[in-house]
């Protein structure tokens, strides 16, 4: 066998010998075998450098620095699950369900391990891209620091499409946890909180080589991606577990919610018994095809669920009582408490949300309170010990005056929450909303955070969004901590920044109730700012799924004089506050009034595209079949009921290529 012949054969071997080891928990050789094998395949790598393969099993030990992680868009959005937190819960979730589709539903119920999640690409059987979920449309490339996780494979065995995503966690089992713990402590070192966000931090270690020192796992669960051939959750699963890689052995198909309790129940009791941390159970329905019939909301998939387990619960002292102040005016009333663990953190602070609960609770400056994490993620009073109450206590009064600007609070009807109505010479607001404006989702503007627009509003140098553009070099040259390059990138980012479709922009004006979603669709509509700014609430109203609450909210802001001069300053600028002309060119009337249940499985199109061709020709897709249901567009495998349902109120039902036609003519 020749030097080559025996690279190949090693770097089969230990892949094997890894995935015995990793993945399966069944070693086939000891470890100093298994050193000795790698060390070999390194001198070999070493002496025959042409011989490079990204996927060799010495490429684990790291070594790649990453200064800057590049953020890459998802090709297929990574989205968040609801969450449930009672049988009540589930059962109402069914109940959507049934109505929604056709046949009998089945159901996938598997842990939800409290890790990170990531985004693993795959050509040709090798691992090509691992993303971060970051916000949900894009995430951070980590593809040299997830090669040094020995159970990701590098290289897929088995019958593998030619390209597909999957997705999991990254956890940091309990035992490797302590392990990490316990040489910090040796080193004098400040010890990890708790696994989850060690595992998370882990990610973004600039030296891959330090993240192969850490005992981090990869638990895979869900494969996206066209032509896969699979039809099942379940068999998802099984899949991915045949082509390598490591997928938890808990799981549990079930025909019914009982039956998806019984699983619940079972694991709140023995998750302790387990070697990672967990949260609770993800219910999925378990045929792909009725999850594609279900579809998404704006945040989630409607055919999934998390069960989140009970919060963990301490008590501790609440010493005072603070008032935050947020961009919209709004006010938070915060408990200050005497530090505390719950669930792996210390605890200093928790949410009162508001004066009702605050009167509901009848929490008192110096009371014994239990606090727990809501949705394990933020921290809340849920009771009181009035056992332990000192006897001179006094009832808590909520302030009437704004704690940053001493304006009189004022409180809407219908409304919880009280608000500063000084909303441009409150400086919290003033703050806050051009974060917001700078944000992620919004404009993103490169070089600028929101410490930065916190020292350019205290020195005087801005009061709102529009200030921004007006801004030089020398004016900001002088701040803290900024630099002449850094204050040349803040510059160049506004700039940059006029760039950002209208629908990011129209986001970043920060309309009260006007999210990321609704500005999208307003920004369809419309197609301008100036259209949008003369709508009445009828008007407004009239646009698909947007309500009253919404429709004031834009009409107020409009009727602003301040609002009406940084629009007007925005457009001077330059800004895109009006769709680019070939988002003009890719929308037609062609569909106005018309509404489409889509059901099946389509071959010209995909299901989605075929939605997409819907939207964008002024036409709404629906997911239920009524009186006002214009057309039923039907692929093969349309549900029976859907079928009947449409002909007893005679919908007419086309086909793919009848709806295709009607688009062309």
């Not at 953020?71 to 959005?77: E, L």
């Not at 990610?203 to 869900?222: G, I, N």
């Not at 200093?348 to 929490?363: F, G, P, W, Y």
């Not at 709404?620 to 039923?632: E, G, L, N, Q």
């Amino acid at each position: 066998m020749d030097d080559k012949e025996q690279i190949f054969k090693l770097r089969d071997e230990l892949r094997q010998h890894n995935y015995m080891y990793y993945v399966m928990d069944e070693p086939s050789i000891s470890d100093f075998e298994f050193d000795s094998k790698l060390k070999q395949l390194q001198d070999l790598e070493a002496q025959y450098p042409q011989y490079y393969d990204a996927s060799s099993p010495t490429l684990r030990v790291g070594g790649a620095v990453t200064k800057n992680f590049e953020t890459i868009v998802h090709a297929q959005r990574m989205y968040s699950l609801d969450n449930s937190y009672s049988k009540e819960d589930l059962m109402e979730w069914e109940t959507r369900l049934r109505k929604m589709v056709d046949g009998p539903i089945k159901y996938t119920c598997e842990l939800k391990y409290d890790g990170a999640s990531i985004s693993l690409t795959y050509e040709k059987g090798v691992l090509v891209q691992a993303l971060t979920r970051g916000d949900g449309t894009q995430g951070d490339n980590v593809t040299a620091n997830i090669k040094t996780i020995k159970s990701v494979p590098l290289k897929l065995q088995g019958d593998y499409p030619k390209k597909f995503e999957i997705r999991g966690e990254i956890v940091l089992p309990f035992e490797g946890f302590k392990a990490l713990n316990s040489d910090r402590l040796a080193a004098g070192e400040e010890l990890y909180k708790n696994p989850r966000n060690t595992a998370s931090g882990s990610l973004k270690l600039q030296d891959s080589a330090e993240v192969a020192k850490r005992p981090l796992d990869c638990l895979l669960y869900s494969i996206v991606g066209e032509n896969t051939g699979i039809q099942t959750q379940f068999e998802n699963l099984e899949k991915a577990r045949l082509w390598g890689f490591k997928v938890p052995t808990i799981a549990k198909l079930t025909d019914s919610i009982e039956g998806v309790l019984e699983f619940i129940n079972y694991w709140d009791t023995h998750r302790h018994e387990l070697p990672y941390e967990t949260d609770g159970v993800v219910v999925k329905v378990n045929s792909l095809f009725q999850q594609a019939e279900l579809g998404y909301t704006a945040k989630a998939p409607r055919w999934a669920m998390a069960y989140k387990f009970k919060a963990e619960q301490v008590s501790t002292r609440l010493e005072h009582i603070s008032y935050q102040v947020g961009r919209t005016g709004a006010i938070t009333p915060v408990a200050n408490l005497e530090p505390v663990e719950l669930a792996g953190t210390i605890v200093k602070r928790a949410s009162l949300h508001n004066a009702d609960q605050i009167e509901k609770l009848d929490v008192r400056i110096g009371d014994t309170v239990y606090v727990e994490k809501g949705g394990e993620i933020i921290p809340k009073i849920v009771e009181v010990d009035f056992s332990s109450r000192d006897s001179d206590s006094t009832k808590t009064n909520y302030i009437s005056a704004c704690p940053e600007c001493d304006t009189l609070l004022v409180r809407n009807e219908g409304e919880a929450q009280h608000y500063c109505p000084n909303d441009m010479g409150c400086s919290p607001q003033i703050i806050g909303r051009i974060q917001h404006y700078i944000s992620r989702k919004a404009l993103d503007i490169e070089g600028l955070g929101g410490e930065t627009v916190a020292l350019l509003v205290n020195a005087g140098l801005i009061r709102d969004y529009a200030d921004l553009y007006d801004l030089t070099s020398n004016q900001i040259i002088h701040l803290d901590r900024m630099a002449e390059k850094s204050a040349d990138n803040l510059v160049n980012g506004v700039q940059a920044s006029k760039d950002v479709p209208f629908e990011r922009v129209l986001f970043g004006l920060g309309i009260r109730y006007v999210g990321e979603t609704v500005a999208k669709k307003l920004a369809k509509h419309y197609k301008s700012i100036q259209a949008l700014s003369e709508a009445t609430t009828e008007d407004l109203e009239s646009v698909d799924e947007i309500g009253i609450r919404i429709a004031e909210s834009v009409v107020a802001f409009f009727k602003n004089e301040a609002n009406i001069r940084m629009v007007s300053r925005l457009i001077l600028y330059g800004l895109q506050l009006q769709l680019s002309e070939e988002a003009l060119s890719n929308q037609t009337t062609q569909l106005q009034g018309l509404r489409f249940v889509v059901s099946g499985v389509f071959e010209t199109v995909s299901r989605d595209e075929l939605k997409a061709l819907i939207d964008s020709n002024g036409g709404k897709v629906v997911s239920s079949i009524s009186a006002k249901t214009s057309y039923v567009v039907a692929g093969a495998n349309m549900g029976p009921s859907k079928r009947t349902k449409a002909e007893t109120l005679k919908v007419p039902i086309i086909s793919e290529q009848e709806f295709l036609e009607l688009l062309n003519e």
